[in-house]
């Protein structure tokens, strides 16, 4: 099967609340900051797979493999990989998979970051909502700090919290409204990120700039109305204004 390149743009740990379903089958996370899952008690049949048959991204010079979510999932299932939440820590703290830690986009949190310490040449599995972007320039930024065996779980958080697997956080069962953002920018910047941000609590998403300077981002963020301001960032352009004036058109930046 021939690969699909998709060009993407670009060149703390909480303990939270165990997965409650399937009897409890999981215990204890002993290292909160290993990235690693703690093991059911039932551990799964190992999962063929073919990296050279998943999609990619191309993010600053990187080829990162976007693999699927039934493979992610029982490499998360058997301990066969440490996972690295690339989103906020608003975001994070609320829900999360279970056993990952926060690493957010684009370079984690500097000299404090928990991947400071891991083997390069262990599996990373990097996640965000957008379900692309943002753990996309994090695992690209993994791999110019020197990792070697990088991954993008393809379908992002929500799909993997649609299919109630392991969960940790303080509300693990909320699933925020979904809203489209679609906007126009100057084409001189594609290829570059749109941030967009809700400013009070610091939730972030991310797309990337089309050749014709348009973009368009899914947000998902937890705690909003119409009312609240969310900020779009391209380079150094920024908007400012409340959600109701950011859907439903397309914004100008």
Not at 208 to 222: K, L
Request: negative net charge; proline residues 7%.
């Amino acid at each position: 099967m021939r690969r699909r390149e998709l060009l993407l743009g670009l060149a703390f740990t909480l303990s939270g609340c165990l997965n409650a379903d399937s009897k409890n089958r999981y215990g204890p996370d002993v290292d909160l900051s290993d990235g690693y899952p703690p093991l059911p008690r039932q551990m799964p049949s190992k999962k063929f797979f073919d990296p050279s048959t998943f999609d990619v991204a191309l993010v600053d010079s990187q080829i990162i493999p976007l693999a699927p979510l039934d493979i992610v999932s029982n490499w998360h299932a058997r301990g066969e990989a440490r996972f690295v939440d690339s989103r906020s820590q608003t975001q994070y703290e609320r829900s999360h998979i279970l056993g990952s830690v926060l690493s957010p986009a684009p370079s984690g949190i500097g000299p404090t970051d928990p991947t400071t310490d891991w083997p390069k040449n262990d599996r990373i599995v990097t996640y965000c909502g957008c379900p692309l972007h943002l753990s996309s320039l994090r695992a690209a930024s993994l791999l110019n700090s020197g990792f070697t065996n990088v991954y993008v779980l393809k379908e992002g958080f929500w799909e993997w919290h649609e299919k109630q697997y392991p969960l940790s956080g303080y509300d693990k069962k909320l699933a925020p409204n979904s809203w489209t953002i679609t906007g126009k920018t100057d084409p001189s910047f594609s290829g570059k990120t749109v941030w967009i941000r809700e400013l009070q609590s610091g939730q972030v998403e991310a797309a990337m700039i089309q050749q014709n300077g348009e973009f368009i981002s899914e947000i998902r963020f937890s705690n909003i109305s119409l009312n609240t301001l969310i900020s779009i960032e391209v380079s150094e352009r920024i908007v400012i204004r409340p959600l109701s004036s950011l859907i439903e058109t397309t914004i100008e930046i």
